[in-house]
């Protein structure tokens, strides 16, 4: 296993709601990286934090927004939910903002009706 | 055109065959490259690195061409464990070392 862990595993929220997901890396990873992956598709770069600041965006609206903690963990926040944000949310870290590999935790599966 | 491209597949194999993936990409500044395999509804997990020179790990090798910007993977002597979709990767310096993923090629090995 990679070490990174998500949670929740599943959740199912309705439209217009928020929902936070939460990433623990890798043990002296510092850098953290979220996806979108809808089904039969790769997945979606979101954004990246390295040592506690954003540090890249991909083609996402404002109201997705994440944080990460002193201790690398990381937070992703979806406002106003709607039916396309279902997906398999995935969390990577890694060292030092991808020079090297990424390693997945198993993901959040995000159910919007 | 997608940054990252490969054949969705599927590719239906009988067990013990070779077979080849082709990944092509667009940013001939891409610097790191990625074989990840994905099985269905889990996360993607790493499978190799793909260097200059080309790579070995047992049963797989990974050939990068950059002249051409297409990336290889080949499986010689294919398991029944080796179905799932085949995910390739690149990075590079000018988009802040993001990731760039396929849509990936999906394996399928028949006994």
């Known amino acids: 296993e990679t070490g990174v862990t998500q949670s929740p595993t599943h959740l199912i929220k309705t439209r217009g709601q928020q929902v936070t997901l939460r990433c623990s890396s890798q043990?002296?990873?510092?850098?953290v990286s979220w996806y979108q992956q809808a089904l039969g598709q790769g997945p979606q770069f979101i954004f990246q934090?390295?040592?506690?600041?954003?540090?890249g965006r991909g083609n996402f609206p404002p109201r997705f927004s994440g944080l990460q903690f002193p201790n690398y963990s990381s937070e992703l926040n979806v406002n106003a939910l709607e039916l396309d944000d279902s997906a398999l949310y995935l969390c990577?870290?890694?060292?030092?903002?991808?020079?090297?590999?990424?390693?997945f935790g198993p993901g959040t599966r995000l159910t919007v009706t | 055109r997608k940054e990252v491209e490969q054949d969705p597949g599927p590719f239906n194999v009988p067990e013990g065959a070779t077979v080849a993936f082709n990944c092509t990409y667009s940013?001939?500044?891409?610097?790191?490259f990625f074989w990840y395999r994905q099985d269905c509804r889990k996360e993607p997990k790493l499978l190799m690195s793909?260097?200059?020179?080309?790579n070995e790990d047992g049963r797989f090798t990974a050939q990068l061409n950059r002249a051409s910007q297409y990336i290889s993977l080949l499986i010689r002597d294919s398991k029944l464990s080796d179905s799932a979709t085949y995910l390739c990767?690149?990075?590079?310096?000018?988009?802040?070392?993001?990731?760039?993923w396929g849509a990936g090629t999906k394996l399928i090995i028949k006994p």
């Open positions: 793909v260097y200059s020179s080309g």
């Open positions: 990577a870290s890694s060292l030092e903002r991808n020079l090297y590999e990424q390693y």
């Open positions: 043990s002296g990873h510092n850098t």
């Open positions: 940013n001939s500044a891409s610097q790191s």
């Open positions: 990767v690149v990075n590079s310096r000018d988009s802040n070392y993001q990731l760039i």
């Open positions: 934090y390295y040592r506690e600041e954003e540090n």
